[in-house]
């Protein structure tokens, strides 16, 4: 299904990656702000593979670049995105997470402080889907 990006996705090629981005929720009451749909946000995420923009220069009809950004580091180490944008434009869209890949820097702990004991994909709700 490789077409041109473009950040808007159709409800089939939605369809088609969807199951990549499961969600399970837990099961005991939510607390908090409901989440944003997997959908909103991964369009969110083309936004900015494709224009290649700062993750702070978001259109508002995307959710929040924080909520997109944090999805997005959690998704990219699993590999989700990049089979995703494999799957909608093939190897341009492998072209666009190498890209991506090259702007992100490692994180590192500022002086005089210690890296997180846990990384913090297991402090987050919704677990990465497995392949």
């Given at each position: ?22 969600e ?23 936004w ?19 909520t ?64």
């Amino acid at each position: 299904m490789q077409s041109r990006p473009t950040s808007e996705l159709t409800d089939a090629q939605w369809r088609s990656v969807e199951p990549l981005f499961h969600e399970i929720r837990s099961s005991g009451p939510r607390r908090g702000r409901p989440a944003h749909s997997s959908r909103a946000v991964f369009e969110g995420i083309v936004w900015v593979l494709t224009t290649g923009s700062v993750w702070a220069k978001m259109p508002e009809c995307y959710p929040d670049f924080r909520t997109c950004h944090r999805r997005f580091k959690l998704w990219f180490d699993a590999g989700l995105v990049q089979q995703a944008m494999s799957h909608l434009y093939g190897e341009e869209g492998l072209a666009m997470c190498a890209a991506m890949s090259a702007r992100m820097q490692p994180w590192r702990a500022p002086a005089g402080r210690k890296a997180p004991r846990f990384p913090l994909a297991f402090s987050l709700r919704w677990p990465v889907a497995r392949t």
